[in-house]
């Protein structure tokens, strides 16, 4: 299996590009690891160290898809204030990770002390499950989803823009959702898809790999590219830079031939350790086995105990 050089050195011009444009067409946030860039349409995302926060803002409020850390809080606060001065009204968590939904109780408040009541936090019913599940660890009732929904979407309109929220089962964990909004032709995708780094698929909480590229492959039903396949729709990942439709197809590539070789393996009756000897993503470590996310062998170990579990 060889490394897709074409599409490495494609990977690296949209990093650059990436990078001139948060740091030359972005408004810093003073003190704070976050910064904010102007997606398109009412989108921004803030990019920070340990993932993405996606802001939809304009005359009625303020949406946040993601909240961060509460440790971090503060940076995400200061970065959404450059972009506007309003309350927050709707919280979406793409996920039970506390990366997503860390700051669903401070963060509003940070942001702009409105009287009333407090956002509507989006999250499908598995995230408010397992977190109110009696073997997990107390959660304060604030930082809970107290919007959930349990159909394959749930969708609203907020700032004159139809946003549609997406359920994607056995993806990273069971509550995993995705983001469009419609007018501003943007995808939020929590931990589903992280460029340059492997997913995360979480067994313990419902994460499947076969589940992982049905969720990558709604997302390719939803983005549509402009000319030679670029820009268009653009996508907002978990953690990384801002991709379009093309990147995503390498992902799921990705994903979905590694999945194939490790089934082919287990076909043959080979152990796990078997099938990390036989290095299966070597082709692709040199893009994908960075800092930040899974080893080679966590997410060849991952696939193959979801495959086991479900062929």
């Not at 660890?137 to 919007?147: C, F, S, T």
């Not at 590219?225 to 799921?252: F, N, S």
């Amino acid at each position: 299996m060889g490394i897709n050089l074409m599409g490495s050195i494609r990977t690296v011009g949209l990093a650059v590009a990436a990078l001139l444009l948060v740091f030359g067409n972005s408004a810093p946030a003073q003190d704070s690891a976050y910064r904010a860039l102007k997606v398109q349409g009412n989108v921004w995302v803030l990019a920070g160290p340990l993932g993405n926060v996606t802001v939809q803002a304009g005359d009625d409020g303020i949406v946040l898809v993601d909240t961060g850390l509460e440790a971090e809080a503060q940076g995400v606060s200061a970065a959404v204030k450059t972009i506007a001065n309003k309350p927050v009204r709707w919280l979406i968590n793409t996920s039970i990770d506390e990366s997503r939904r860390g700051g669903n109780a401070v963060l509003p408040k940070m942001i702009f002390s409105a009287p009333g009541p407090g956002p509507r936090i989006v999250a499908h019913e598995n995230v408010l499950n397992r977190l109110t599940a009696a073997s997990s660890p107390r959660v304060a009732e604030a930082q809970l989803p107290n919007d959930e929904y349990f159909q394959p979407s749930k969708d609203f309109a907020f700032n004159g823009e139809a946003i549609v929220v997406y359920h994607m089962p056995g993806a990273h964990t069971d509550g995993d959702s995705i983001v469009h909004f419609r007018r501003s032709d943007v995808v939020s995708t929590g931990n589903i898809f992280t460029p340059g780094r492997y997913p995360v698929i979480d067994l313990e909480r419902g994460g499947s790999v076969n589940g992982l590229i049905a969720a990558l492959n709604r997302i390719l039903q939803i983005t549509v590219p402009l000319k030679y396949q670029e820009g268009g729709t653009y996508v907002i990942p978990g953690r990384g830079r801002i991709c379009d439709e093309a990147d995503v197809v390498e992902y799921r590539d990705m994903v979905t031939i590694v999945r194939d070789d490790i089934a082919d393996y287990i076909k043959k009756g080979m152990t796990l350790a078997q099938v990390k000897d036989a290095k299966p993503t070597r082709g692709y470590d040199a893009e994908y086995a960075l800092a930040g996310g899974p080893s080679p062998d966590a997410f060849v170990e991952a696939v193959y105990n979801s495959l086991k579990k479900n062929p």
